[in-house]
Nanobody
């Protein structure tokens, strides 16, 4: 059973930074791609960034150049460094483990989410 626990959300002013962390309790972490997703109020949950088991990454166009996803396989952890935050980045951020090692996998497990609020 996969357990994912996010932390690091909060309230920040526009232009500020936050770093989200996700701790995974599973023996298959190093074999799995991971992702961060965002759900704004009244909207669907969308992909923010994914990282494959080999460390390759992809990003939503809206966050390219501002956000960085990374992973630490020794700690079973994945991170999302968010810089130059904008009010449009507000939402609940979810960590997910994907099926398989590649960026094209779909989510198989979700964390509980962490709220990020960016004030203008």
């Amino acid at each position: 059973q996969v357990q994912l626990v996010e932390s690091g959300g909060g309230l920040v002013q526009a232009g500020g930074s936050l770093k989200l962390s996700c701790a995974a309790s599973t023996s298959i972490f190093t074999l799995s791609a991971m992702g961060w997703y965002r759900q704004a109020p009244g909207k669907q949950r969308d992909t923010v960034a994914n990282i494959a088991s080999d460390g390759s990454t992809n990003y939503a166009d809206s966050v390219k150049g501002r956000f960085t996803i990374s992973r630490d396989n020794a700690k079973n952890a994945v991170y999302l460094q968010m810089n130059s935050l904008e009010p449009e980045d507000t939402g609940v951020y979810y960590c997910a483990m994907l099926w398989g090692p590649r960026l094209t996998g779909t989510p198989r497990a979700w964390g509980q989410g962490t709220q990020v609020t960016v004030s203008s």
